[in-house]
Structures are given as structure tokens and as C-alpha cells.
């Protein structure tokens, strides 16, 4: 089992950058996909990005390619998802996840085992 503390959220303008960061605990996160999803306000939770158990392999929404990177460092039980060129539809709460599988595309909620509890990223315009 996996807990997962997601940070990094926050209010900023359109056009700025953040960088979220997820904490896993337990000596078993390499073994995981990690995913990154959002969630606006009276919408579904949808998919951001997913990163492979060795960081090798990234996928990214149609919605952030080119503007997000996701990225993870085994070493620190770290997941981090960059975010440059925010726009004000990038506004939700981010979600860290964690795929026990590590084949497919884990796109959806169903896809994952452990989630965190979120973090709020608002962008004005």
C-alpha cells in the first residue's frame, strides 16, 4: 500500500508556471505508474499525465502536451508535474495516483489504486 500527499498548488496568473510535487510513502514506489489528474468544479476527474515505474515512459492529455512535464525521482519517492504556460481552464484540483500495473495506457479514475488528496491550482486570466 501506497499513501500519497500531493503540494505545490496555488493561485497565479495566466502564463506563469508551478511545479507540483507528490511524497509517496513506502519502500515500494518504484514498482508504481504514477498518474496526475484534475478536476474543475462540477466536472469529472480527468487525466493529465502518467509516467512508467522507471520514468521512462511518459503521456500527457491532448489539453497540456507541450506545456506540462510529468517526472519522478525513485530516489525521493517523488512524482512531479510541471506546468508552464498556465491558462485559466488549467483551474482544479490535481490528484497524484498510483497504477500497481505497468503496462496499457492508464488513462482513467479506474485505472489506479492509491490517490492523494488533492491540491488547488487556480489560475486568473
Known amino acids: 500500500q501506497v499513501q500519497l500527499v500531493e503540494s505545490g498548488g496555488g493561485l497565479v496568473q495566466a502564463g506563469d508556471s508551478l511545479r507540483l510535487s507528490c511524497a509517496a510513502s513506502g519502500r515500494t514506489f518504484s514498482s508504481y505508474t504514477m498518474g496526475w489528474f484534475r478536476q474543475a468544479p462540477g466536472k469529472e476527474r480527468e487525466f493529465v499525465a502518467f509516467?512508467?515505474?522507471?520514468?521512462?515512459?511518459?503521456y500527457y492529455a491532448d489539453s497540456v502536451k507541450r506545456r506540462f512535464t510529468i517526472s519522478r525521482d525513485n530516489a525521493k519517492n517523488l512524482v512531479y508535474l510541471q506546468m508552464n504556460r498556465l491558462k485559466p481552464e488549467d483551474t482544479a484540483v490535481y490528484y497524484c495516483a498510483a497504477d500497481q500495473g505497468d503496462f496499457g495506457f492508464p488513462r482513467t479514475v479506474r485505472d489506479y489504486d492509491y490517490w492523494g488528496q488533492g491540491t488547488q491550482v487556480t489560475v486568473s486570466s
Open positions: 509516467i512508467r515505474r522507471s520514468g521512462g515512459s511518459t
